[in-house]
């Protein structure tokens, strides 16, 4: 379902907003625009709880479409690993790479 990916991109937006801006920022006594901008990024908190409900329905979605196919969970955690692990691995490499400059 590509509109429940765009609202799960909208849910790590607000995430992002909200630690990069609001939780950092809003102590401090802005005005005008400044201080609406800030107020706006407050329910990115709720990014996190929207992101996993949204995640755990899509998986849920995609386990229960496959699963007339004997194969089914052997080819779910293929396509997971398949996805999740160059991430990670490329993270590890860059973050060792960072540590030894």
Do not use: C, K, W
């Not at 990115?44 to 699963?67: E, H, K, R």
């Not at 196919?69 to 960072?98: C, K, M, Q």
């Amino acid at each position: 379902m590509p509109e429940l990916d765009l609202l799960r991109g909208v849910a790590v937006l607000g995430v992002l907003f909200f630690h990069g801006f609001r939780a950092e920022y809003g102590e401090l006594p802005f005005t005008g625009a400044s201080r609406i901008f800030l107020r706006a990024t407050q329910p990115g908190a709720l990014g996190v709880n929207l992101f996993f409900v949204l995640s755990g329905f899509l998986i849920t979605g995609i386990l229960l479409d496959s699963q007339n196919r004997p194969d089914y969970y052997r080819r779910f955690y293929t396509r997971r690993v398949l996805r999740i692990l160059p991430a990670y691995y490329s993270l590890l490499l860059l973050l060792g790479l960072l540590h030894q400059a």
